[in-house]
């Protein structure tokens, strides 16, 4: 009764991790450990093709050992090439060779008990292959996961450059924000989903204004009561423009809730400290800095050392005193200011 329990943990956790991970190196890291504490293996090595790509991953556990290695065909010993070309299993006593195979080969995994182990028997052998015939299916998964986040990249790139010809002011600096976000997501511990979502917030923020009356985006005087009204309903109005799409639905709260403020004065939704959304609290903080320092047709450019005071002064006010903290912070580093002096010329 304890091996089929082991057994039926096993097809849950491949099932977990599915679900679970959204990149390939977590989903093999955590079938190695799947496998090895299954089958009390002493040695595990799985090979990954990565899609659209000549490169392997590959992930070995041997004791407490951990190894991974991303490259060509040269990171492959000449046994893993020969199983990857062979695609067949092979059973030995106390090793299971298996090539992940889903319309073509997707990769392999080797599992090996030492020569004082017990020998795999045939229940063990039979809960090997199933296993890896789930595993070849959620490798397929996952191909397709990526072919799909590649069309909507295209996608949010032809999106945004759209929304540059309507709102040419709209669109913050591509290179710059970009490597803002990758350290301000790393400063804050966000993980790989809330950046991505808190990237493609950053190029379609603005898209709403689409939506709006052109003479309203290109009007140099003061804004009226009633034509700021119309200006801020912009989120919204960006947020019906991709409701419907699966993939941007995580960053959809950041575009709705960019324009809300810390003390609650903010828009659509008035909004106050932690209910606006961390990824808004950190795009607004972006967004004012974009047309801080690289200036607007209708607002100068101020230096780091301007925007810094004013960034101090709406602490707690417009912009979140911790995210405050950790983008002064950054900015303070000599390797961001270089780059920032190099995207301003």
């Not at 491949?14 to 390939?24: G, K, M, P, Q, S």
């Not at 709102?167 to 950046?195: D, F, Y």
């Amino acid at each position: 009764m304890k091996r089929y329990k082991t057994a039926f943990s096993a097809f849950h956790g491949i099932y977990r991790l599915i679900t679970a991970v959204d990149d390939i190196l977590s989903f093999s890291i955590g079938v190695c450990r799947l496998f090895r504490n299954a089958f009390k293996a002493d040695k595990i090595v799985i090979v990954c093709k990565i899609h659209n790509s000549t490169n392997f991953l590959k992930v070995r556990l041997e004791g407490k050992e951990q190894i991974i290695k991303k490259g060509g065909k040269s990171i492959l010993t000449r046994i893993e090439k020969e199983i990857l070309k062979q695609e067949r299993e092979i059973i030995f006593n106390n090793r299971l060779i298996y090539p992940f195979i889903f319309s073509q080969t997707l990769g392999a995994i080797y599992v090996k008990r030492d020569s004082k182990s017990k020998e795999f028997d045939e229940s063990e052998r039979k809960w090997f292959l199933a296993l890896c015939e789930e595993v070849s299916i959620s490798l397929k998964i996952y191909e397709l996961y990526s072919e799909q986040q590649k069309i909507m990249l295209s996608y949010v790139n032809s999106l945004s450059t759209i929304l540059n010809q309507f709102v040419p002011t709209s669109n913050l600096h591509a290179k710059s924000i970009s490597r803002l976000i990758k350290a301000m997501s790393k400063s804050m511990n966000l993980s790989e989903i809330e950046t991505k979502s808190l990237k493609q917030a950053a190029i379609l923020h603005d898209a709403g204004e689409m939506k709006l009356p052109s003479h309203l985006l290109k009007k140099q005087k003061p804004l009226t009561l009633e034509e700021h009204k119309l200006i801020e309903k912009h989120p919204e109005k960006g947020v019906e423009l991709f409701r419907n799409l699966e993939a941007l639905k995580p960053a959809i709260p950041i575009i709705l809730h960019h324009h809300e403020r810390y003390d609650g004065t903010g828009y659509p939704s008035k909004l106050k400290h932690d209910k606006i959304p961390l990824g808004s609290r950190i795009l607004s903080v972006l967004d004012t800095f974009d047309a801080m320092y690289f200036g607007r047709p209708y607002k100068d450019r101020h230096t780091l050392e301007r925007i810094e005071e004013e960034f101090r002064g709406q602490k707690g006010k417009q912009f979140d005193p911790k995210v405050v903290d950790k983008f002064l912070k950054i900015l303070k580093r000599k390797s961001i200011r270089k780059f920032l002096s190099s995207t301003r010329k």
